[in-house]
C-alpha cells in the first residue's frame, strides 16, 4: 500500500515568509508524528499526535511553529516568520497504534529558508 | 531530560561484523529502536527491544540491557549497501509517545 507522503519535497522561502508542510499518513496510522532533521544531525522531536487526544507539543522550538491534523488524518505544520536556523528536513512518520516503537518515515521536506 | 550517545562515525570491511553501540539516560525507560538511513533517504525502521537480550533479524542483530542503560546493533556480512547513518532512539515509560533519537553513527563499508 501507500507509504508515508510528504509535500513539497522542496521549499525555498525569504527569511520572515511563512511556511506549510503536508503530512498524508499511512491510512489507518493513529499515531503521527513530525521530526527536523538538520545537516548530519539526528532527529529532533518536534510533534505527536494520537488519535483524537491533545496533541503533545513539547518539542515545537518556538511559538512561530504549529501543526494540525484534522479528521485524525492529514497533518499540516506551520512556520511563521521564518528563520535561517530553521533550514533543515522536516521529516513525518506514521504508526500504527500506541506500540509506536515502529514508525514509518515520509520522505521529507527541505526546507531552505534564504 | 533524555539523552543517547552513538559514536559518530563507524569504518568496516565488507563481510566484516560490526557493532554500533548506544548508551542512554532517560526518566521511565521504554524499549530502544534502531533506525537505517540512507543519504538523502528517510529512516527505516529495523528493530526493537524492551526486554534484555539479543533480537536477531536476519543480518542485522540488536541487544539491550536495561540495567547497564546500553544497547548495540550488531551488523554481520556487511554488504556494501549497508553504508548508512545508523540510530538508536528510545521511547519512555508509557509507550513511544515521545522518542527521543540519538545523534546517528555514520557506517561506512570499504572493499
Known amino acids: 500500500g501507500a507509504g508515508v507522503s510528504q509535500s513539497p519535497s522542496n521549499k525555498v522561502t525569504e527569511k520572515g515568509k511563512d511556511v506549510e508542510l503536508r503530512c498524508d499518513p499511512i491510512?489507518?496510522?493513529?499515531?503521527l508524528y513530525w521530526y527536523r532533521q538538520s545537516l548530519g544531525q539526528g532527529l529532533e522531536f518536534l510533534i505527536y499526535?494520537?488519535?483524537?487526544?491533545?496533541?503533545?507539543k513539547s518539542g515545537l522550538p518556538s511559538d512561530r511553529f504549529s501543526a494540525e491534523r484534522t479528521g485524525g488524518s492529514v497533518s499540516t505544520l506551520t512556520i511563521q516568520r521564518t528563520q535561517q536556523e530553521d533550514s533543515a528536513v522536516y521529516l513525518c512518520?506514521?504508526?500504527?497504534?500506541?506500540?509506536?516503537?515502529?514508525?514509518?518515515f515520509g520522505p521529507g521536506t527541505r526546507l531552505t529558508v534564504t | 531530560g533524555q539523552s543517547l550517545e552513538q559514536p559518530s562515525e563507524v569504518t568496516a570491511v565488507e563481510g566484516a561484523i560490526v557493532q554500533i553501540n548506544c548508551t542512554y539516560q532517560?526518566?521511565?525507560?521504554?524499549?530502544l529502536s534502531w533506525y537505517q538511513q540512507h543519504d538523502g533517504g528517510a529512516p527505516t525502521f529495523l528493530s526493537y527491544?524492551?526486554?534484555?537480550g539479543l533480537e536477531e533479524t536476519g543480518r542485522f542483530s540488536s541487544f539491550l540491557s536495561r540495567s547497564d542503560s546500553y544497547g548495540y546493533l550488531l551488523l554481520q556480512e556487511l554488504q556494501m549497501k549497508d553504508s548508512a547513518s545508523y540510530f538508536c532512539?528510545?521511547?519512555?515509560?508509557?509507550?513511544?509517545?515521545?522518542?527521543?533519537f540519538g545523534t546517528g553513527t555514520k557506517l561506512q563499508v570499504i572493499p
Open positions: 512518520a506514521s504508526s500504527p497504534g500506541r506500540q509506536n516503537y515502529e514508525q514509518y
Open positions: 491510512s489507518g496510522h493513529t499515531a
Open positions: 499526535f494520537q488519535g483524537n487526544s491533545a496533541p503533545d
Open positions: 532517560t526518566s521511565g525507560f521504554y524499549g
Open positions: 527491544n524492551a526486554l534484555d
Open positions: 532512539a528510545v521511547g519512555l515509560s508509557g509507550g513511544y509517545q515521545k522518542v527521543t
